[in-house]
């Protein structure tokens, strides 16, 4: 007997041993609802499914800027923020950032591990130039802005 197709989905194990996430997992781009068609996989048998991270904790956080989704793809964890891409919205998005980065590490260390990449996804296009002040800030702390992610 093989044990080879026995390969265990640790996305999968982390967000369900995560106690406000434990149930919020949906297998491939599913949490991303009508946001799915903004994300393509080069490889589906890679996509280890998604999490609706605002709709998880809201009655948690009810008053937070909470970040939007995590989706968990070979080894990486892409969390991704679907806004509204102006330059008077990257104020909102940096802010969603560091309320992500709190909440890995205070209520979900396990989706902490390992590679992770920050996106936000322009809802309606990018309306950000590429030279300003508040596109440099974005890059600083590491988030990329796209129309498309394509995930590799």
Same mark, same amino acid.
């Given at each position: 007997?093989?044990?080879?197709?026995?390969?265990?989905?640790?996305?999968?194990? @982390?967000?369900?041993?995560?106690?406000?996430?434990? @149930?919020?997992?949906?297998?491939?781009?599913?949490?991303?609802?009508?946001?799915?068609?903004?994300?393509?996989?080069?490889?589906?048998?890679?996509?280890?499914?998604?999490?609706?991270?605002?709709?998880?904790?809201?009655?948690?956080?009810?008053?937070?800027?909470? $970040? @939007?989704?995590?989706?968990?793809?070979?080894?990486?964890?892409?969390?991704?923020?679907?806004?509204?891409?102006?330059?008077?919205?990257?104020?909102?998005? #940096?802010?969603?950032?560091? $309320?992500?980065?709190?909440?890995?590490?205070?209520?979900?260390?396990?989706?902490?591990?390992?590679?992770?990449?920050?996106? $936000?996804?322009?809802?309606?296009?990018?309306?950000? #130039?590429?030279?300003?002040?508040?596109?440099?800030?974005?890059?600083?702390?590491?988030?990329?802005?796209?129309?498309?992610?394509?995930?590799?």
């Amino acid at each position: 007997m093989s044990r080879k197709k026995q390969s265990k989905n640790s996305f999968k194990n @982390d967000v369900e041993s995560t106690p406000l996430l434990k @149930d919020a997992y949906k297998s491939g781009l599913r949490a991303l609802g009508n946001y799915s068609s903004k994300v393509s996989p080069t490889d589906t048998s890679k996509c280890q499914g998604s999490v609706d991270i605002d709709v998880a904790v809201k009655s948690i956080y009810p008053n937070a800027c909470r $970040w @939007d989704y995590v989706v968990g793809y070979g080894d990486q964890r892409y969390f991704i923020e679907v806004h509204s891409a102006k330059t008077n919205e990257v104020k909102a998005v #940096l802010n969603k950032l560091q $309320w992500l980065k709190d909440f890995l590490v205070k209520d979900a260390p396990k989706l902490d591990n390992g590679k992770r990449s920050f996106y $936000w996804i322009a809802s309606n296009g990018i309306h950000i #130039l590429p030279n300003s002040p508040q596109f440099r800030q974005l890059a600083t702390k590491g988030i990329k802005v796209v129309g498309q992610l394509d995930l590799q």
